[in-house]
Nanobody, 121 residues
Framework: QVQLQESGPGLVMPSQTLSLTCTVS??????????WSWIRQPPGQGLEWIGH???????YFSPSLKSRSSISRDTSKNQFTLQLSSVTPEDTAVYYC?????????????WGKGTLVTVSS
């Protein structure tokens, strides 16, 4: 059974870079048919897709976050990492990593538990 676990600091200063890592167990991030995503939910708001990385290592981002976002992966550790630069308090949210099925369907079949990141001085 695939499990995803987010890790990273819970508090980030404004203008700094937020960095979160998703560690995947029970399955490989290089398995075909899946896309590895980052999604967030600000307090009192809905889910917002941030971006994802594909099997081939290509990355795609929400237009509103593209200029500040990057996603990388370490296949030897079975991890993928989100970096969001120049954060403001509006970036405060619960951040989730997730596995999205990309062949035979288009849906998320596994979520991490989420981690709260607060942007504050």
């Amino acid at each position: 059974q695939v499990q995803l676990q987010e890790s990273g600091p819970g508090l980030v200063m404004p203008s700094q870079t937020l960095s979160l890592t998703c560690t995947v167990s029970g399955g490989s991030i290089t398995t075909g048919g899946y896309i590895w995503s980052w999604i967030r939910q600000p307090p009192g708001q809905g889910l917002e897709w941030i971006g994802h990385i594909t099997l081939s290592g290509n990355t795609y981002f929400s237009p509103s976050l593209k200029s500040r976002s990057s996603i990388s992966r370490d296949t030897s550790k079975n991890q993928f990492t989100l970096q969001l630069s120049s954060v403001t308090p509006e970036d405060t949210a619960v951040y989730y990593c997730a596995r999205r099925v990309s062949i035979g369907g288009d849906y998320i079949d596994n979520w991490g538990k989420g981690t709260l990141v607060t942007v504050s001085s």
